[in-house]
């Protein structure tokens, strides 16, 4: 070969090796300046976020949703789930938590009317400006935001649930064309769908209901950055639950004394569990069942119930509470007693309930108007550690062996539920 014509190839080979670097380098300078420079506008959300942010928070729930095979997630269904990446709001006020404190999450569905409520019981608990506020929303509704928006109390983070019925308007896990309803048989009308014990097909905004406590207990307990190091006890409470202004030092005793006054407890309540009771009165601390108003527990105890994820997710009643008392907890093998005092610190008031939507013909109606009276005692704390416990050996109310009372048999629903319990197994990540 001539001496020209090696000197061709050479120059050709370094030509083209120049020009993959200069593309290269250009394109590593142009996806730093995207980066660094451009961002997306969320008209939900409200703010500008960079670029790198919404990718890798796009790129994470793509991959989750793939491994998982959960629903494929619509435009809002997305743009939820950046918003549970953001960190709490109020951080300039309340920079930082207190180390006993207690965090409290308040999940809500669409009753602005009882929302209001418990929000103005919360601005009056002595304390609450020491610890982190978690509102988990089941679906978007603007005013249920806005409400929550204007706290300025204390820290506020606020999560979504990225696959409530409420935000697929045509597609499972919300109401989809194909879905058989009531009582139809599937083999006759060509539909989709499991019947439940009684032979009703589901109701999507029947179903939310055990879906956002799931779903929200495995995001709060293991999905967060803000809890997944918290290692002591969790509130939670319901958007028609009053709060009294004693309720936070009140479950901070509990916790602190229920390990020496009740080792065998595995939470604390601000109420007792039938919500219609205001307490005994009596001198002394109670052991009773778990109740489901201002109930709290720590991660050892989320670690027992999370491994009942297939007894959850498989028992036939769509209210969590009843699916707890009749096949989680039972399943641990001895009575699941919680502590709490002698007088309330939390009320339930609601008078309709979750299933009686908004805006319906048949909707139950209720201003939210509060009768509650609270006393002296009510608001500092009234519990003494020299109390002795009294425990109610005979547990009222649903029991091991009650079938359920359905609307939670669409095999659908249980795979989601099952997938829920999967989204933050470190063993996956």
């Known amino acids: 070969m001539s001496t020209y014509a090696k000197s061709r190839i050479k120059e050709a080979a370094f030509s083209r090796l120049l020009s993959v670097v200069l593309i290269t380098l250009l394109g590593a300078f142009l996806i730093i300046c995207l980066l660094r420079t451009s961002s997306v506008y969320d008209p939900v959300i409200g703010d500008a976020y960079g670029s790198a942010e919404s990718l890798q928070m796009i790129f994470n729930y793509t991959r989750m949703t793939e491994r998982l095979n959960l629903p494929k997630q619509n435009e809002l269904s997305i743009r939820l789930g950046k918003i549970n990446e953001l960190p709490p709001r109020n951080l ?22 009882y929302l209001k409520g418990v929000v103005d019981s919360l601005s009056r608990v002595e304390g609450i400006s020491e610890t982190l506020l978690i509102v988990s929303h089941d679906g978007y509704f603007e005013e249920i935001n806005r409400i929550i928006e204007g706290i300025k109390f204390c820290q506020v983070k606020q999560i979504f649930a990225p696959y409530s019925p409420h935000i697929f308007q045509n597609s499972f896990p919300g109401i989809s064309p194909t879905d058989c309803k ?95 009771a205001r307490g005994e009165g009596w001198q002394s601390l109670i052991a009773e069942r778990m109740g489901n108003v201002g109930y709290s527990f720590n991660r050892t105890v989320w670690r027992k119930i999370h491994r009942k994820a297939r007894e959850f997710c498989a028992f036939d009643d769509y209210n969590w509470d009843i699916t707890m008392w009749a096949t989680v907890y039972p399943s641990f093998g001895a009575p699941v007693y919680s502590l709490r005092g002698p007088r309330t610190s939390a009320v339930h008031f609601g008078k309709c309930g979750l299933h009686q939507g908004q805006g319906e013909k048949e909707a139950c109606i209720d201003d939210g108007s509060l009768n509650i009276q609270v006393e002296d005692v009510d608001k500092v704390p009234n519990i003494k550690t020299d109390w002795g416990v009294h425990v109610v050996q005979k547990q009222a109310g649903y029991q091991a062996g009650f079938r359920g009372w359905g609307g939670w048999g669409d095999t659908r629903d249980q795979q989601l539920c099952l997938d829920f319990a999967k989204m933050y197994d470190l063993g996956s990540r």
């Open 92 to 113: 300039d006020l309340y920079r930082n938590l207190a180390k006993d404190n207690v965090v409290i999450v308040l999940y809500v569905h669409n009753r602005p009317q």
């Open 182 to 276: 009531d009582k139809d048989d599937p083999v006759k009308k060509k539909c989709e769908g499991t019947p439940d014990q009684y032979g009703n097909h589901r109701s999507p905004k029947i179903v939310s209901l055990k879906h956002h406590w799931w779903w929200m207990m495995n995001t709060v307990w293991d999905g967060l950055k803000e809890t997944h190091q918290h290692m002591g006890h969790i509130l939670f409470i319901e958007e028609d639950h009053f709060i009294y202004p004693n309720a936070y030092r009140n479950i901070q005793l509990l916790t602190e004394l229920k390990p020496v006054k009740c080792p065998d407890c595995y939470a604390a309540n601000l109420a007792p569990c039938d919500v219609k």
